[in-house]
């Protein structure tokens, strides 16, 4: 069989060929330069055009914006970019995706100045997500982590300290006692690979352990101490209905209407949560005193005396490297993720800050009061295994460990590595 693990872009490249017509210059003038966004509440498009005014004449930023599906805005950006298509001068990338279109050389190299300006005051777990070989290949624009949202009334009444780290086996003997729901996300989606890493790295371990080598050499870490407690944990609360009767189909919306319904206790989400509550109480389809009963806290730990490695989501910036303008991309690369951008992006559209001086930011903290624990947790956070073939791994883990109940350590971790490594060397079908 044809090894169906070669890189989006290589594979597709026969499916575009004659390219795509080259758009990204206006022919005279200023040039114009195209910033492919993936969806948001319309602050990308405010800081384009803010920055566009810095610009004073030397160009132009003006928006296209992807699907909506994290998969169809990588499908979407590795077929033109595998057509040489000039008019990419900007895009916003998923961090997951990055080395797919770094490896085949997609990106504009970034020039150390730039590098060294754009790198400042950026936590930690965002520059490991816009690094691929040891090499900044993006550039950090908003980062995003999971943290602890927990009902203070239940913690209370099942002794939890919560301004001590907790484990994950203590969230779990609480929800038994307390005759509560634990919300997680156990859906067949990329929201289960995030939990499996997030289990897996606060562990101390990584799904892929050489993430730069050939499809054929990858080396899974899931039959491992540390992928046998991820699939204990996660076996756990879905063989004993711990998260509801609907945790295979829960995503982050469904967990948030669980963790604010009757039974709600404790739940790992991302910080739209809080917003979204908020509006929900300002609506009136929500009380007051729910609001009032939410805490919030770092990551469960799997060990109690190692911290958790937190999920890290977000978007970073990259250059397209047939963009006819990749040096004024890079000088509006560096407007756009200006501390001011990013605050104001934090605060009026929920997107946390990359940048630490951001955090700083009155209207970022009355937005989001839990802003120093995002930041905590972001300085902490592991991003999902960076491979080019991270598609087919991630796709891989949703086939073999779902649903949660079908879970176990005894055999989910060497089904999983089984499955993933045979589709890798082309010898099984995703």
């Known amino acids: 069989m044809r090894r169906r693990t070669r890189l989006v872009g290589t594979v597709l490249a026969l499916a575009v060929a004659g390219g795509l017509a080259a758009c990204g210059g206006s022919g005279s003038g200023a040039p114009t330069l195209t910033w492919y966004i993936n969806p948001d509440d319309g602050g990308q498009a405010q800081i384009a055009s803010e920055c566009t005014e810095a610009a004073d004449g030397a160009y132009t930023i003006e928006t296209s914006v992807l699907p909506r599906d994290a998969s169809a805005q990588r499908e979407q950006l590795a077929r033109r970019l595998a057509a040489k298509d000039s008019s990419i001068d900007l895009m916003s990338l998923d961090p997951p995706f990055i080395p797919e279109v770094a490896e085949p050389g997609f990106l504009a ?257 009355e937005a989001f009061p839990m802003a120093p624990v995002i930041r905590e947790s972001l300085e902490q956070a592991v991003p999902r295994p960076q491979t080019p073939y991270y598609n087919d791994v991630s796709i891989g883990l949703q086939e073999t460990w779902h649903p949660p109940s079908s879970v176990s350590p005894d055999s989910t971790p060497q089904r999983s590595t089984d499955f993933i490594t045979a589709v890798l060397r082309g010898e099984r079908l995703l």
Request: charged share 20%; net charge negative.
């Open 109 to 365: 190299p970034i020039p150390e100045d730039v590098q060294e300006r754009v790198t400042q005051d950026v936590v930690a777990g965002a520059l490991a997500g816009a690094t691929w070989k040891g090499e900044l290949v993006t550039v950090p624009f908003w980062a995003n982590t999971q943290l602890l949202w927990y009902r203070k009334s239940v913690a209370a009444a099942a002794g939890l300290d919560m301004t001590q780290p907790v484990t994950w086996d203590q969230l779990i003997d609480a929800v038994r006692t307390q005759d509560v729901y634990l919300a997680v996300q156990g859906i067949k989606s990329e929201s289960l690979t995030v939990w499996i890493n997030a289990l897996v790295s606060s562990s101390g371990g990584e799904i892929v352990e050489n993430p730069t080598a050939d499809a054929a050499e990858v080396e899974l870490g899931l039959e491992t101490d540390a992928g046998r407690e991820a699939a204990r944990i996660m076996g756990t609360i879905g063989k004993e209905g711990l998260a509801g009767p609907g945790l295979p189909t829960e995503d982050e919306n469904a967990s948030l209407s669980v963790f604010q319904g009757d039974k709600g206790s404790f739940m790992v989400n991302w910080p739209f949560v809080w917003s979204a509550t908020k509006a929900g109480v300002e609506d009136g389809t929500l009380d007051q005193s729910l609001l009032d009963d939410i805490g919030w806290a770092i990551y469960p730990r799997v060990d109690a005396q190692t911290p958790a490695g937190t999920p890290y989501g977000g978007i970073n910036l990259g250059v397209g490297a047939y963009s006819e303008h990749t040096d004024l991309a890079f000088e509006a690369a560096e407007c756009i993720v200006t501390p001011e951008h990013q605050a104001y992006y934090f605060a009026a559209n929920g997107n946390p800050a990359s940048n630490t001086d951001a955090y700083e930011d009155p209207q970022v903290l």
